[in-house]
């Protein structure tokens, strides 16, 4: 946070020693230093006080605070948003792969236990597509902006909107396809194992 080095700096372009601060903006001193050591923050109404005091604008007063909180929510938003991308990669190709050889040697249980596991991964993909609609990336670009910090202006944002339902249809087909042609080579590798 950058509040406590901007009261510690106007405080001293004033040539104010932390008392007379203290004394001006009714508070103890032992207030103003934990202010400025970024031990506490200020109230609303104490912010109000030294907007006053200080003769700047609330917005001026904690703009970089504000800013910098802006910056973690968003880099706490990308890193969940990996997390779960990642367990989700992870999950959609053991999906892949285990239904055939699971079944196969397994019957009915196997079958049973990839449906059970296959539950677990959906649910998964809701999340992510939670994340997805909070953080407002449905397209590759978007999320390619948004994991590098980015945003993208307002006509790229409206074209990628027009893509979204064409993108979701082509990516449920090529799942489609990706796992049949995983089950077609997991038959033809347990065929030649056998």
Known sequence: MELGAQIKRLRKERGWNQDEFAAR?????????????????????????????????????VKGDVETMKKEIDNASIDEYKLWANIYSVMFII????????????GWWGAGAWLCFMAVTIGVA????????????QTFKEITAFLEGKSLDDLEQMREEVKRPYQ????????????????????LLLDVLK
């Open 25 to 61: 903006a009714y508070v103890s001193r032992q207030t103003v230093s934990n202010w400025e050591n970024e031990k506490s923050y200020p109230d609303v109404h104490s912010l109000m006080i030294l907007s006053d005091i200080f003769g700047v604008t609330l917005d001026e007063l």
């Open 95 to 106: 999906a892949l792969l285990l239904p055939y050889p699971l079944s196969r040697f397994f």
């Open 126 to 137: 809701f999340k992510v597509e939670k994340l997805k609609k909070k953080n407002n990336v």
């Open 168 to 187: 979701k249809v082509l990516l449920a087909i090529g799942a489609g396809v990706a796992a049949l042609a995983v089950m077609m080579i997991m038959h």
